[in-house]
């Protein structure tokens, strides 16, 4: 199985190579950051799959799909996108699929399935404790010890693209996402107050840090605390 990531930002690429090893970790995968990058790419190499965002800075994704076709008419084409829009582009130029950024785990999942590629099944979940990967340890942390997760700030914990996956790991257990780097347990909020600029910010139960809620958060954070 060969697949190929062509997209010109470097975070998007490892992401989603990340995330298509978690289903099919034997796969060989190669990338290229540039349209010219992915003409040379797809003249010296055949692939099964191709995943190629629309927009690569020097050139139009469309273009490099179009060589990827008729170089590799049974190859599986999806593009990459932060634009719903682009959904409808990506059918009415024969592509395969189409994916959303910030990659979704499950999405991932299901493209690769529909495919043809069978993938791992999916890890199963502990009802009462959360398992945390760090320095080559696997952590099992009780859920209802959990205040809330957010990045570290030294730029090597926890990233956008694990919050997304903790969201769905923890969906049903009580927390809700305020924003995009920010998951919060709603049993342990203690306060809600004005913040800058007309926003809000809380405080969770053992902690005195603020934590900002972002505008479009606020309206289904008041829901779910019935306020």
Known sequence: MRIAVIDDEKYSRVELIHQIRQHLP???IMEAGNGVQAMALLEKNSFDILFIDIHLGDMEG????SLARRLMPAAKIIFATAYSEYAVTAFELGVDNYILKPFDPARIRQVLEQCGQPTQPA?????????????RHTILLDV???????????????????????ESRLD???????????????????????????????RVRGSSSPLPIGRDRVKELRRRLNI
């Open 172 to 202: 049903g257990r009580g927390f809700y996402r305020i924003h995009k780097t920010c998951l919060v347990r709603l049993s342990y909020i203690q306060d809600i107050f004005p913040w800058n600029n007309n926003s809000f910010a809380l």
């Open 144 to 166: 209802d010890e959990i205040a809330y997760i957010a990045p570290d700030g030294s730029g090597r914990g926890c990233r956008l693209h694990t919050m997304s996956e903790y």
């Open 62 to 65: 469309t273009t490099v799909a």
């Open 123 to 135: 890890p199963a979940r502990s009802e009462g404790r959360l398992a945390i990967s760090s320095n």
């Open 26 to 28: 034997k796969a060989e």
